[in-house]
């Protein structure tokens, strides 16, 4: 069964970088697609991007310009970087597994998820 | 981007009895050279992320109960649990996963027992 773990600072600073890493156990990292999701308090979810493990991406026009991934397959780790945080960024931010699906991506397994709030 | 919308937002059904919920999307999600729906449906309970129950709009996921279904093509589709049981109260998210990025969820409905 595969396992997500998301990690990393549950407070960050307005203007400052948020930096995520999810650990994957239970299967490999190749052939799949990684990916990134956040809810705020009491919203939907919005999905940010998501990572191969050769590095190709996809992300979500909005965030685009602050959002990067990136994947470690010596770790089956995989991280987001999301620049120039303010409060609106502050959420619940999940880690998932997307597999392949005819040209296109499922999210089949996601992390417990974690709590980052923007504030000084 | 496309837009998601499901309805109702809340939901109250009776032990045993059916619930449906709908998710309307603001462009069809059908792509014709394969002739499916790139439509996914996800369970989430608190405290717990959320769970892939039905994708390509009808497909369960391998261990989830018959007892949810999905149906719908193109941008009206229905997620129904035919016999609603405890463990069925949760938050119900439509996605679509068709196109270009943003893969966008729909606002969540919310299953409650009566």
């Known amino acids: 069964q595969v396992h997500l773990q998301e990690s990393g600072p549950g407070l960050v600073k307005p203007s400052e970088t948020l930096s995520l890493t999810c650990t994957v156990s239970?299967?490999?990292?190749?052939?799949?697609?990684w990916g990134w999701i956040r809810q705020p308090a009491g919203k939907g979810l919005e999905w940010i991007g998501r990572?191969?493990?050769?590095?190709?991406?996809k992300y979500s026009p909005s965030l685009e310009s602050r959002v990067t991934m990136s994947v470690d397959t010596s770790k089956n780790q995989f991280s987001l970087e999301l620049s120039s945080v303010t409060a609106a960024d502050t959420a619940v931010y999940y880690c998932?597994?997307?597999?392949?699906?005819?040209?296109?991506?499922?999210?089949?397994?996601w992390g417990q998820g974690t709590l980052v709030t923007v504030s000084s | 981007d496309i837009v998601m919308t499901q309805s109702p937002d809340s939901l109250a059904v009776s032990l045993g009895e059916r619930a449906t919920i709908k998710c309307k999307s603001s462009?069809?999600?059908?792509?014709?050279?394969?002739?499916?729906?790139?439509l996914a449906w996800y369970q989430k309970k608190p405290g717990q992320p959320p769970k892939l129950l039905i994708y390509?709009?009808?497909t369960r996921e391998s261990g989830v109960p018959d007892r949810f279904s999905g149906s719908g093509s193109g941008t009206d589709f229905t997620l129904t649990i035919s016999s609603l049981q405890t463990e069925d109260v949760a938050v119900y998210y439509c996605?679509?996963?068709?196109?270009?990025?943003?893969?966008?969820f729909g606002q969540g409905t919310k299953l409650e027992i009566k």
């Open positions: 998932a597994r997307g597999r392949p699906a005819d040209g296109q991506t499922l999210i089949d397994y």
């Open positions: 239970g299967g490999s990292i190749s052939n799949f697609h």
């Open positions: 990572i191969y493990n050769s590095g190709n991406t």
């Open positions: 462009r069809s999600v059908f792509y014709s050279p394969n002739s499916r729906n790139y």
């Open positions: 390509w709009a009808s």
């Open positions: 996605q679509q996963y068709s196109g270009s990025p943003p893969y966008t």
